[in-house]
């Protein structure tokens, strides 16, 4: 049998099978028959209560806003608290609070305990130790209103994006003009969400072996900072957009490492990257950025890394078996901030491999969701 023939053959068996399987679910008689018998109810009350979460999810994302901004977690770490003191503290009527304290602990985020009183739940608690996700959330209000109309979005009808605003470098021919003001909120938010990302990559890579590294795009220098606190000796470079870098410079100042890292302002849409690092670190950049973009800036790197140089990459990325929702989640997001996909490691791996790296490899790390890592050499 010829390879085009396989290929027909399974294309046929797959779209017949996925036919059949709609076909039975789509049907009202068969949802019935499904919920009704013992062996497939499970299935049926798990399948409908996905729905549900699809349906309402945007709900629960409001209860979890609401619980942020009202510093819920915060207030509950010592303990449960009264619903009066926390309805008087929030200067929401008693009534109103019991519906949100109830809304938290049916999604786990809080627990209601003995006496009208409410403590963490473990969602709640878990928050608590991700302060980076509480950062996440605030920031969420302009997404939310981008995606009020989300086909309008699509068709791109919205004269206004919230959230173009918020990312003035997306998809601009002259990023340089971001001014450092215009950079303090998405700096701030990723300095805030940084821990997090720095965990995945540094336990995933060690630039310990390494001499110099450079971070593009590297926001405030946390993640530099993080390296540094594993890798003593390595030498600390970041690369970032004139409003940015006078963040980093001051944040470093203030933390007294000036001597152990410099800081150099530019574009890398425009300008060379500086040479001397034997690695360029890529971290929730390279998704940021459309195609073209990502090819001119994996040639940069390459000509600023020495031959066997390592590029290393890390940021959320695409699964490449099966459903995967934040997927879903970043690929709404980016397009609403104006540029950038979120790319599976096969994608950036066939996009390094045409820009001259070789020796491409995927890293595992502890939480896939939070960043993937890829490794690449000149
Ligand atoms: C002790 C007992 C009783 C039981 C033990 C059971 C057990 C082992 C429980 C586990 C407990 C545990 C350790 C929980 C840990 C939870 C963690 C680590 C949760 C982490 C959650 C992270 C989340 C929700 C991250 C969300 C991230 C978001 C929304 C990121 C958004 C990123 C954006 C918008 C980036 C923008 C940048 C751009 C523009 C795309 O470049
Ligand atoms: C999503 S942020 C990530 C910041 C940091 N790496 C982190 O993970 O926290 C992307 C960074 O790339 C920088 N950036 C975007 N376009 C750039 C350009 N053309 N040249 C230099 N830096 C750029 C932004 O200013 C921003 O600091």
Redesign the pocket.
């Known amino acids: 049998m010829a390879l085009s023939d396989g290929i027909e053959s399974h294309r046929a068996f797959s779209d017949g099978w996925r036919g059949l399987r709609d076909f039975l679910l789509s049907s009202r008689r068969f949802q019935r028959f499904a919920a009704a018998f013992p062996l497939t109810r499970p299935i049926a009350r798990r399948r409908a209560a996905d729905l549900f979460d699809l349906c309402a999810g945007f709900v629960y994302s409001q209860v979890l806003a609401a619980c942020v901004r009202l510093d819920l977690f915060a207030q509950l770490r010592g303990g449960p608290l009264p619903v009066a003191t926390l309805a008087a503290r929030a200067s929401i009527p008693v009534g109103a609070m019991v519906t949100l304290l109830e809304a938290g602990a049916s999604l786990r985020l809080l627990e209601r305990r003995v006496d009208q009183r409410y403590g963490l739940g473990p969602l709640g608690a878990?928050m608590l130790?991700?302060p980076g996700?509480a950062a996440?959330v605030e920031h969420h209000a302009a997404l939310y209103t981008d995606l009020a109309d989300p086909v309008a979005l699509l068709r791109g009808e919205l004269d206004q994006r919230k959230l173009g605003r918020y990312?003035p470098y997306a998809g601009q021919a002259s990023p340089s003009a971001v001014t450092r003001e215009g950079a303090s909120s998405y700096t701030a938010l990723?300095s805030a969400?940084q821990p997090?990302v720095a965990e995945m990559v540094i336990g995933a890579y060690s630039f310990a072996k390494h001499r110099c590294l450079l971070d593009v795009g590297g926001g405030d220098g946390s993640f530099l900072i993080a390296v540094g606190g594993q890798a003593p000796e390595l030498e600390l470079r970041l690369f970032d957009l004139p409003g940015v870098a006078s963040i980093a410079r001051d944040r470093f100042a203030e933390a007294g490492l000036r001597n152990r890292m410099s800081v150099i302002e530019g574009n890398f849409l425009a300008d060379p990257l500086p040479s001397g690092a034997d690695v360029i670190s890529l971290i929730?950049v390279v998704?940021?950025h459309d195609d073209d973009v990502v090819m001119q800036l994996f040639a940069r790197v390459r000509e600023a890394l020495p031959k066997d140089g390592v590029l290393v990459i890390g940021e959320p990325m695409s699964s490449e078996s099966g459903p995967d929702p934040t997927s879903a989640y970043?690929g709404l997001?980016?397009h609403a901030?104006g540029s950038g996909r979120p790319r599976s490691f096969a994608a950036l791996r066939e996009m390094l491999k045409q820009s001259g790296f070789r020796d491409v490899r995927s890293r595992a790390t502890r939480?896939p969701?939070?960043a993937k890592v890829a490794v690449a050499r000149a």
């Open positions: 878990a130790g991700n996700v996440m990312w990723m969400s997090m929730r998704h940021d970043f997001y980016l901030m939480i969701m939070i």
